[in-house]
């Protein structure tokens, strides 16, 4: 139900790995995806040795197939179960951009539309004649949030009918005029959810069934409302702090319907994905629907479009969600344009693991360098040593930068960085393109104080620009 969040524990045993890989693969491709296979499992390691979460099940696609799924730790303590492939992890508020999806598809087939007023369906609820459908898709309707905690309150762990709730929180004042702000809120989608039951005439998890699980042969998705987890699926844990692990408690009936209520496998989740790549399940229009950033009324982009956020990051586009529910966390993400996405499901709350093991294994398969592994951190650092020293190497500049750095420029950036001492960090921090160039930013470490410096390179691997300023 929450979009995500922190932990510790000793790493806990790496457990089966099923690989699908093409039938025929040349020694290249084999010493590729055994280097890939790698990367992912020391990173997933890492993450786990730092957060102590008990387990992750993790799916990867490239080249819009299933590439890699594995499964790491233990599903549950006592006595001990191994996590493997084959688990359902509940996935929190990823199960929004289903509920989402079921809406756009009652929209193509004209049973209801986008710009419907929320007075057609919910004609009592604060401000129905202003509230569009595409506002609480978008999180601009200003009904507040009913479990912003990253805990589970007391009333949560009774049985409520999401009608109860949004009788309860879509009856206050709304916290801000519809179309003018974001907030995250799950009343939306609990609102959602039953929309979709009025206007298909079937539970909202049946209509999915039909619609979307069944035909993307996504056989382990459950209704966490309709049936729990059983003993052969992961236990759900919690921290105290940085105490031990703990089971976590049950939600009681209701409260996730809508915004949070599903649980599968990473592999599931992501055929799922495979089919956003593909535009496999709605009409091409249904897609720019949910993937475009929406914009508040005075045009300011929220990041997020219907029950995913939207943006770039290293000249990537993505699609992306987290997912939080009681003793669970997942992160999923998409990059359409390439073709990939990056499933991590883990059995704590409360923990950004999921999401710390996504960015790094989406790093892995977009072949996006490491801040410790780029090979243009050391050349830069040498450049920002020498400016230390008022000294540069005129053959790495292109003419215009040669013409920046006079002997007064020199001057000034020796005097005023030679004091700061030898840089103890050096951190490319993003890279984009800029004007025909690659845009790299840095974060420079001295002992008293930290810098960010800017670089643009030629194609030619030329310096066009090496700009040093005080960091924020």
Same mark, same amino acid.
């Given at each position: ?234 236990? +759900?844990?919690? =921290? ?5 692990? @703990?089971? *976590?408690?049950? $939600? /009681?009936? #209701?409260?996730? &319907? !809508? ?25 091409? +229009?249904?897609? =720019? ?5 929406? @914009?508040? *009324?005075?045009? $300011? /982009?929220? #990041?997020?479009? &219907? !029950? ?37 499901? *883990? ?126």
């Amino acid at each position: 139900m929450r979009p995500a969040s922190r932990s510790r524990l000793g790493v806990l045993p790496l457990v089966l790995a099923s690989v699908a890989v093409a039938d025929t693969q040349t020694p290249q491709r084999e010493a590729g995806a055994a280097q890939l296979s790698g990367g992912i499992d020391r990173a997933v390691a890492e993450v786990m040795a730092k957060t102590g979460v008990p387990s992750v099940s993790l799916a990867v696609v490239r080249d819009g197939a299933i590439a890699y799924v594995r499964a790491y730790g233990s599903a549950r303590l006592e006595p001990r179960l191994p996590a493997t492939p084959e688990m359902r992890y509940a996935i929190g508020s990823i199960s929004k951009q289903f509920t989402a999806t079921a809406v756009l598809l009652l929209a193509e087939e004209g049973k209801l539309s986008l710009d419907d007023r929320l007075v057609r369906w919910f004609p009592d609820l604060t401000r129905a004649r202003d509230v569009t459908l595409r506002e609480l898709l978008s999180m601009t309707s200003g009904y507040q949030d009913f479990w912003p905690q990253d805990y589970v309150m007391p009333m949560m762990l009774e049985p409520v009918a999401p009608l109860a709730i949004v009788e309860r929180w879509a009856k206050k004042p709304l916290d801000f005029e519809p179309g003018t702000k974001w907030q995250y809120s799950n009343a939306n989608y609990v609102i959602l959810g039953l929309i979709v039951e009025n206007a298909s005439g079937t539970s909202l998890f049946d209509y999915l069934n039909a619609r979307v699980f069944t035909p993307l042969r996504m056989g382990t998705v459950t209704d966490t409302e309709r049936s729990a987890l059983g003993p052969a699926d992961p236990e +759900g844990y919690l =921290r105290f702090a940085l105490g031990p692990l @703990r089971a *976590a408690p049950e $939600v /009681g009936r #209701g409260w996730v &319907f !809508g915004a949070g209520g599903l649980a599968m496998t990473a592999g599931d989740l992501a055929r799922w994905d495979i089919s956003m790549i593909n535009e496999a399940v709605m009409q091409p +229009g249904s897609y =720019r629907e949910m993937e475009a950033e929406v @914009r508040t *009324a005075r045009g $300011v /982009g929220t #990041g997020y479009g &219907f !029950g995913v956020s939207v943006g770039m990051a290293d000249d990537h586009r993505f699609l992306s969600h987290g997912g939080g529910v009681s003793g669970f966390t997942a992160r999923n993400t998409v990059y359409p344009d390439d073709r990939a996405a990056v499933v991590v499901l *883990a059995n704590q709350d409360a923990t950004n693991a999921a999401g710390q093991i996504a960015t790094k294994v989406g790093r892995l398969i977009l072949e996006i360098p490491d801040a410790g592994t780029d090979p243009s951190v050391e050349p830069a650092r040498r450049v920002f040593e020498g400016l230390q020293r008022g000294r540069i190497d005129r053959s790495l500049f292109t003419a215009n930068a040669n013409a920046y750095f006079t002997d007064r420029a020199l001057a000034d950036f020796a005097a005023s960085l030679a004091p700061l001492g030898a840089p103890k960090e050096f951190t490319q921090r993003g890279q984009s393109l800029r004007g025909g160039m690659t845009l790299r930013i840095y974060r420079v470490g001295l002992p008293t104080r930290t810098v960010h410096v800017t670089t643009l390179t030629t194609p030619d691997g030329k310096l066009e620009q090496f700009m040093v300023a005080a960091a924020e």
